[in-house]
């Protein structure tokens, strides 16, 4: 197929759909009702990809509008991807803070109940050690950094619910500009590009018909050799017939002296 120099490869695809609805829609266009009668739509779409320069430069002005738009869109995505990554890095101290503020409660809560159940089971022995008082301090202290723990996760929670909600965006939209864009660049083409190239190969002259071969002469086909030619006796001058002579009789009183008779 040739290509126009200013269409991307990318966008061969969406010219061939644009050519093939259009080819398939023809016969609602005006004057073009009957196209079949002449030129098939396998034919019309093949001189079309063979003319892609021609019918792509009648829409140039809309295509390269097209191309401005989707390349700002590209680049306005990589921006966005690139910010949410530098986002995301400098939010990795506070993700550990998070992680420590969840995880300090169910450390120390694990702890006193571990501290004051040892606690308990030595004060009731008799008598009971005198570390078992000191257990149990240390179970209860525990205890309240687990209880203080909680307070602030929950609190920690509740500021970030509040944060992300006064901060939240609406889901992202399809471009519009793009979709637009990319249907005037269509309309362009059926109109200024594939229609008129239509209507005019509708309108060439048909080419003369080849000229048939000769039939054959006879049924069996004649060797590279051809048979005596035969003529009957009628046919041609005729023959000269052979010439007798009489042979010279004299009579005999005409011959030599000798031979008179008597």
């Known amino acids: 197929m ?17 050519l093939d609805e259009a080819l398939r829609t023809a016969h609602e266009r005006p004057g073009l009702a009957d196209h079949d009668a002449r030129l098939t739509t ?33 680049a306005a995505r990589a921006a966005g991807i690139g910010g949410t990554s530098e986002a995301l890095h400098e ?31 030595l004060k009731m022995l008799d008598p009971p ?25 929950a609190a920690g929670l509740l500021v970030t619910a509040l944060r992300n909600s006064a901060t939240e965006v609406p889901a992202e939209t399809p471009d519009d500009e793009l979709s637009r864009a990319r249907q005037a660049w269509g309309r362009a083409l059926v109109d200024r590009g594939i229609l008129p190239f239509v209507r005019e190969a509708l309108a060439a002259p048909a080419p003369p018909p080849l000229p048939k071969p000769p039939p054959p002469t006879g049924r069996i086909p004649k060797v590279g ?6 003529t009957s ?10 010439s007798f002579s009489s042979p010279d009789f004299t009579s005999p009183d005409f011959g030599p002296p000798e031979h008179h008779p008597e």
């Open 2 to 18: 040739n290509v126009a120099p200013h269409l991307l490869t990318e966008d061969r695809a969406e010219f061939e759909r644009v």
């Open 42 to 74: 396998a034919q019309l779409r093949e001189m079309a990809l063979n003319a892609t320069a021609l019918i792509t430069a009648a829409a140039a002005v809309e295509y390269d509008h097209f191309v401005k738009v989707r390349e700002q869109l590209r």
């Open 91 to 121: 939010e990795g101290g506070a993700g550990v803070v998070a992680i420590v503020t969840v995880l300090a409660p169910i450390l120390a809560g694990t702890a006193a109940v571990a501290l004051l159940l040892v606690g308990a089971i």
């Open 129 to 153: 050690p005198v570390f078992a008082d000191t257990l149990l301090t240390a179970g209860l202290m525990f205890g309240a950094v687990a209880a203080a723990g909680l307070l602030c996760a």
């Open 225 to 230: 050799y051809s048979g005596p030619d035969f």
């Open 233 to 242: 006796p009628s046919e041609g001058a005729p023959a000269p017939r052979p």
